[in-house]
C-alpha cells in the first residue's frame, strides 16, 4: 500500500512528466528492464484492496442498521416522544427535566445514526476501468504504453475510491458513536422514574 501512495505522491508532484511519460515512451525501451510489471501489479492490488474496504464498510453498516431497527421496535414502547412534549409545557422537577432531555437526545441522535449509515450504504459513484477504451489500436499500441495508461488509470480510480472510502469510514464512526449515545439516553430515561 506503500509503494502505490509513493508513486502517486511522486506522480502528483511531476505532473508535467505524468503528463508526458507516454509521449516518452521509445520502442527501445525493454520492458523487462523497467517495474511496470512490479506496478502494474501493485496497483491491482491496491484497488483490490480498496475495493473489499468499501465491501466490508457497507456490510457493517447494514448490519448496524439491522441492529438499529430493533433498537426502534423496541426503544419506541419505552421511550414516548408524544409524553414528553405534554410535559415540557408544566412545571417540571431536574429529573422530569433529565429524562424529557434523554428523550429528546435519543430521538436525535437515533435520526443521526440513521442518516449516517444511509450514507455508508448509498450508491455512490465510484470510477471504474472503462473496459470500451480497449480497442483495436489499443490492443496493437506498444505494451509499455498501454501499461503506463492502465497504470494511471487505476491510480486515479485507486484515488477516488480511497477519498470516498475515508468518507464511508467517518460516517460509519459517526454512526457508532450516535448508537451508543442512544443506549446511554434510552437507559437514562428508563431508569429515571
Known amino acids: 500500500m506503500g509503494n ?16 508526458n511519460i507516454i509521449d516518452r515512451v521509445d520502442k527501445k525501451f525493454d520492458i523487462q528492464q523497467t517495474s511496470i510489471n512490479e506496478c502494474l501489479s501493485i496497483v491491482q492490488n491496491e484497488y483490490q484492496l480498496e475495493k473489499n474496504i468499501k465491501q466490508s464498510l457497507e456490510t457493517r453498516a447494514g448490519s448496524l442498521l439491522t441492529v438499529a431497527g430493533t433498537l426502534c421496535v423496541f426503544a419506541l414502547g419505552k421511550v414516548s416522544l408524544a409524553e414528553m412534549i405534554k410535559v415540557v409545557n408544566q412545571p417540571i ?5 433529565v429524562k424529557i432531555l434523554s428523550c429528546f437526545i435519543f430521538y ?4 443521526l445514526l440513521i442518516v449516517n449509515l444511509l450514507k455508508v450504504i448509498g450508491v455512490d459513484k465510484y ?8 480497442d483495436a489500436d489499443f490492443i496493437i499500441s506498444n505494451k509499455l504504453e498501454s501499461s503506463i495508461k492502465i497504470i ?9 475510491y480511497r477519498e470516498q472510502n475515508k468518507l464511508k469510514a467517518n460516517k460509519f464512526k459517526w454512526a457508532i458513536l450516535n448508537l451508543a449515545i442512544v443506549l446511554a439516553s434510552m437507559a437514562i430515561y428508563i431508569n429515571i422514574l
Open 127 to 134: 470510477s471504474k476501468f472503462e473496459v470500451k477504451n480497449i
Open 152 to 160: 494511471i488509470t487505476y491510480r486515479d480510480i485507486i484515488t477516488q
Open 4 to 19: 502505490s501512495k509513493f508513486f502517486y505522491n511522486k506522480a502528483k508532484k511531476k505532473t508535467k512528466r505524468k503528463k
Open 93 to 97: 422537577s431536574f429529573i422530569m427535566a
Open 108 to 111: 436525535l441522535a437515533y435520526l
